[in-house]
């Protein structure tokens, strides 16, 4: 039973980032939704060229800004930010059409990777950045460090805030560690794609990853086979994707999280500050958390009553005996 009133503190931190983490189960996930599966709608618009999905539910707009249509989100999660030209995408059109025939393989966002989980899945896309106040430097293990908070401008017709896409998880317990995965990769980063006449040069991308109580954690996009910028090699190689694992504390019995994408940073361009070419946008999926170690329960106020009356009766016991004991 909680006895936790309190919200516990958390320091001015990001979540830690879990290397070869073994991987999260699906039947004792936290998140709700997490693969963006449903619901299957059947009015979904046929998008630059893409097929509708199986179910013919096609691409939705996720931006509730943005003058695209139609507007739609997963159930579960709730979208913010973006402009009226934001063109972030959830669905499952899965087939890039050429002249009347399918040019790539399924995939999910089609120039992503295939290996999305089930067949939907989120695009936060947002066109180029004006400005970054800061490069950041790319870690080997995929974070993306700043020397400090970056501040990043938008396009007005794109922001002023970020495409963002969150959840507010419920059933956490206070001080209990938990762990959240979640699988991410870039636009053009499909070797199909990558190889065809349509291929690009595109850098590693960046996506903001918010746990309430913490601070924004970025990670890096994997660019895949899209060929490397000069001066700015993939973190993962060619790798069409990457399942991030990070673990954190929670402070409450619910807690917000979120993830963020400002577009293809792009030094060719548009973006003051930034060097590194042409960067990927954000495809993601399979958000997963689970609990890894919780606190043993604590008395509960009833049962911390009954611990108090068993010690007073001991005491009362234990004089009682030793006044007999002096009076023998």
């Known amino acids: 039973m909680l006895l936790f009133s309190s919200v516990l503190a958390v320091g001015a931190e990001t979540p830690a980032i879990i290397t070869d983490a073994p991987p999260l189960s699906h039947s004792r996930n936290l998140v709700r939704n997490g693969s963006f599966e449903v619901p299957h709608m059947e009015n979904g618009s046929d998008f630059g060229g893409f097929l509708p999905g199986v179910d013919g539910d096609g691409y939705y707009f996720l931006s509730p800004i943005t003058v695209e249509t139609p507007v739609a989100g997963?159930?579960?999660?709730?979208?913010?930010?973006?402009?009226?030209?934001?063109?972030?995408?959830?669905?499952?059109?899965?087939?890039?059409?050429?002249?009347?025939?399918?040019?790539?393989?399924?995939?999910?966002?089609?120039?992503?990777?295939?290996?999305?989980?089930?067949?939907?899945s989120i695009y936060l896309g947002n066109e180029s950045p004006l400005e970054i106040s800061e490069e950041p430097v790319f870690m080997p293990n995929g974070e993306v460090v700043f020397t400090m908070p970056p501040v990043i401008t938008l396009k007005p017709e794109y922001g002023p805030d970020p495409v963002k896409i969150g959840q507010n998880v419920t059933g956490l317990i206070p001080g209990g560690t938990y762990r959240m995965s979640f699988w991410v990769s870039g636009e053009w980063s499909h070797v199909g794609f990558a190889t065809s006449q349509f291929g690009t040069t595109a850098g590693d991308g960046i996506v903001g990853v918010q746990v309430q109580g913490y601070e924004i954690l970025y990670l890096a996009i994997p660019a895949g086979n899209s060929k490397e910028p000069v001066g700015a090699p993939h973190v993962f190689g060619t790798d069409e994707y990457h399942v991030y694992t990070v673990e954190f504390v929670a402070n409450d019995t619910e807690m917000d999280i979120s993830f963020m994408n400002w577009g293809h940073f792009d030094s060719l361009s548009d973006t003051i500050g930034w060097e590194r070419g042409q960067s990927t946008e954000l495809i993601m999926d399979d958000v997963i958390i689970n609990a890894v170690d919780i606190p043993s329960s604590v008395p509960a106020l009833s049962e911390w009553g009954m611990i108090a009356l068993a010690g007073i009766m001991g005491i009362i016991g234990f004089m009682i005996v030793r006044r007999r004991k002096v009076t023998a």
């Open 74 to 120: 997963p159930d579960d999660w709730t979208i913010s930010g973006g402009g009226t030209k934001t063109y972030a995408r959830w669905g499952n059109n899965i087939n890039v059409v050429v002249s009347g025939e399918v040019v790539l393989p399924v995939a999910g966002q089609a120039w992503s990777s295939t290996e999305i989980d089930g067949e939907r």
